[in-house]
């Protein structure tokens, strides 16, 4: 395997990859996206942090990239949409730099309250300004937190440390939890009004870019200040320096920037902000913590397992992994039958049953999907685009959970609603290695899903086995297991040919004309 670290990731935290045997190409100069673009193919996995971008163009020419994997928290960076398309997993390392953020973001608050830049720098040039550079406490003012993540609760505990009150917008956590987190929840408005510090801790996204502009620095209270250590381009830059400049706003600490590094900007000119050059996450623990996490994610990647910060697919513990490995195996065993027995699926309904009642099937339920989209599209499936090619090719999904399994401990169930009709198939885990389709079409059978496998619906009448079996040794096909499914005596049945090799197309014809035979379908599972 070939790994290309870049971004200065530090190296003592990647060691670990090369322990693995595997070649780790670090790079320290920051690469262009054409130089990036045409070193790209020859690797397995990129660890990067923010400055490089990994676009669509990179993509495109990553033709063995299997990870990409970002040492901090935000994945900005990286064309998500073009990586899951690829099949190619994004982890990050969101826990390791919380606490340096949150730390620089306190450092920020209290360098912004007692002018220390501008005392420092005063002093350093000869001026000793004690009347100019008055202050003001954070004891009792309020301070408004957007965002309760990670970094916002952190932030929250240690205002507290400082007698702040704190208040906080976050749509996605409960009023309950920010409480446990001796937050008071409110709305953006009040926090905007209400708050003599604001402290910016979400995500940079559609919904947040600009979300402090000109009219939401306006609706704040004359003399707020204001502190970002998330994302350059939440908070508008041109806005915020006007609104410094009218002294509307009293100050600013901002560590992040529309553009970085960051050039000619209007807040250059104004007295009254501490500026950073993304500093946030620049501790030694917090740069060693994110390079460890991703190393760890790429290597328990690239050595087959699931790492559970995958930003693209479903994260998994280690633990949870081996519970649910047997399931996964099976579901893709079962979408692989859906896809060659069923032509053209418009949706598939899943039906989790016993034991699975249990368990987070959401990553069973993609392992179907990739089971059954690597039958029929040409991409590379795998669990991280499975989701989206099935989206892509408009097949709707409805996952249910319900049942005690009937007379199995466990079993998945999926109805393919196809252009040829309905189809069902259930399957079950007996051991962790042993895996059984159970039910076709309401037909209870007991099938190794392996190798080639017959299905041949059919009249149960006397003689049926016999004259496929005897068609099959003709051609040369040997059948290693035989079973018979039927509903009523004489009524409509199905047999189940295990065989050791692939029956040729004119024997299927021949199987057909058989009288009595309804029809047959060949089953290939690798
Ligand atoms: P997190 O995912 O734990 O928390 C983000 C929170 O923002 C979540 O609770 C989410 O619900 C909330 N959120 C999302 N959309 C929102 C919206 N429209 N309004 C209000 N809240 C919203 O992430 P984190 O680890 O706390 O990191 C927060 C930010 O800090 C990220 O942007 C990250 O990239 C940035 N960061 C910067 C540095 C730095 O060096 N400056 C270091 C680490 C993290
Ligand atoms: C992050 O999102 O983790 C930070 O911006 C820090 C970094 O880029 O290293």
Avoid at 383 to 395: C, E, F, P, S, T
Wanted: glycine fraction near 10%; include cysteine; aromatic fraction near 4%.
């Amino acid at each position: 395997m070939k790994i290309l670290v870049l971004d200065g990731v530090q190296e003592a935290g990647v060691k670990a990859l090369h322990r693995s045997g595997w070649q780790v190409d670090i790079v320290t100069d920051v690469w262009t996206e054409e130089e990036l673009s045409s070193a790209i193919g020859r690797y397995d996995a990129l660890i990067i942090r923010s400055a490089t971008k990994v676009t669509s163009r990179v993509i495109e020419s990553a033709d063995r990239l299997k990870v990409i994997g970002r040492a901090g928290v935000g994945v900005d960076n990286i064309d998500l949409e073009a990586a899951t398309r690829r099949g190619i997993v994004v982890v990050n390392a969101p826990d390791g730099n919380t606490i340096a953020a949150a730390e620089h973001s306190l450092a920020l608050m209290l360098a912004l309250a007692r002018n220390i830049p501008r005392a420092d720098y005063g002093l350093k040039n000869g001026n000793w300004e004690r009347k100019k550079l008055v202050g003001v406490e954070l004891r009792q003012k309020t301070l408004g937190i957007l965002g309760l993540g990670r970094i916002g609760s952190a932030v929250a505990r240690r205002a507290q440390a400082f007698d702040m009150v704190c208040i906080g917008y976050d749509p996605h956590i409960t009023p309950e939890r920010a409480k446990h987190m001796g937050v008071e929840a409110v709305s953006l408005q009040e926090l905007l009004s209400r708050s003599d510090f604001v402290t910016i801790h979400m995500p940079l996204t559609e919904q947040t870019r600009h979300l402090l502009d000109a009219d939401a620095i306006a609706s704040m209270k004359k003399g707020i200040r204001i502190i970002n250590v998330a994302r350059g381009g939440i908070v508008c830059e041109d806005a915020l320096a006007a609104a410094l400049k009218e002294n509307h706003v009293a100050g600013a600490a901002l560590d992040v920037f529309e553009e970085e590094p960051l050039g000619e900007s209007p807040l250059l000119g104004c007295p009254n902000v501490v500026l950073t050059p993304h500093l946030g996450a620049s501790t030694e623990e917090a740069q060693l913590h994110v390079a460890m996490d991703v190393a760890d994610a790429i290597a328990s990647l690239l050595n087959g397992g699931l790492p559970n910060n995958a930003v693209n697919m479903v994260g998994i513990a280690p633990d949870v992994m081996k519970t649910l490995e047997p399931f996964l195996n099976l579901g893709e065993k079962l979408g692989t039958f859906v896809a060659q027995v069923g032509g053209g699926i418009n949706s598939l309904q899943i039906t989790y049953s016993g034991a699975l009642l249990d368990l987070e099937t959401k990553v069973v339920t993609t392992s179907i999907l990739k089971g059954m989209l690597a039958n029929i599209v040409d991409d590379h499936v795998n669990l991280v685009n499975a989701d989206y090619l099935a989206k892509g090719r408009g097949i709707r999904l409805e996952t249910v959970h319900k049942g005690n399994g009937g007379d199995y401990h466990n079993r998945i169930a999926v109805r393919a609603s196809t252009s040829g009709g309905v189809l069902h198939v259930a399957g079950s885990v007996f051991q962790p290695d042993a895996l059984r389709i159970v039910e076709i079409d309401g037909y209870r059978v007991d099938v190794l899903p392996m190798g080639h496998i017959l299905v041949v619906s059919h009249k149960d009448k006397p003689g049926m086995v016999g004259q496929v079996g005897m068609l099959l040794g003709q051609a040369g096909v040997n059948i290693a297991s035989m079973q018979v499914g039927r509903k009523n005596p004489g009524g409509s049945a199905v047999m189940v040919l295990g065989i050791d090799a692939e029956a040729p197309n004119d024997v299927l014809s021949a199987i057909c004309d058989i009288p009595g035979i309804k029809g047959t379908n060949q089953v290939t599972f690798d």
